[in-house]
């Protein structure tokens, strides 16, 4: 079982960037899939992107293609998303959650391990 530590949210003016960590305490991504969601006030959770561990193969939502990135560092086991020309309605708390296995959904019923969120604030 991995926990999954969420950091790196804040508040940050359109057009501006930020990027968010997903770690793995006490143990490691290998074997995984990490996702990215997101839930703003009054709307339902939203896949953002997900990762594959194993060889970084990588799924984007339509809404963030081209502007958020997301990567992974084996040695420090994180998953990270960088997010740029940011606009209010990325404003979420944003989720980092892992499943076993190679499939990149983005269902979040699929995923097994959830983090806290951190929360990301876009003032236009």
């Known amino acids: 079982q991995v926990q999954v530590v969420e950091s790196g949210g804040g508040l940050v003016q359109a057009g501006g960037s930020l990027r968010l960590s997903c770690a793995a305490a006490g143990g490691t991504f290998s074997g995984y899939t990490v996702g990215w969601f997101r839930q703003a006030p009054g709307k339902e959770r939203e896949f953002v992107s997900g990762i594959r561990w194993s060889d970084g193969r990588t799924n984007y939502a339509d809404s963030v293609k081209g502007r958020f990135t997301i990567s992974r560092d084996n040695a420090k086991n994180t998953v990270y998303l960088q997010m740029s020309s940011l606009n209010p309605e990325d404003t979420a708390v944003y989720y980092c959650?892992?499943?076993?296995?190679?499939?990149?959904?983005?269902?979040?019923?699929?995923?097994?391990?959830w983090g806290q969120g951190t929360q990301v604030t876009v003032s236009s």
């Open positions: 959650a892992a499943r076993r296995g190679s499939a990149i959904p983005s269902s979040g019923l699929q995923y097994d391990y």
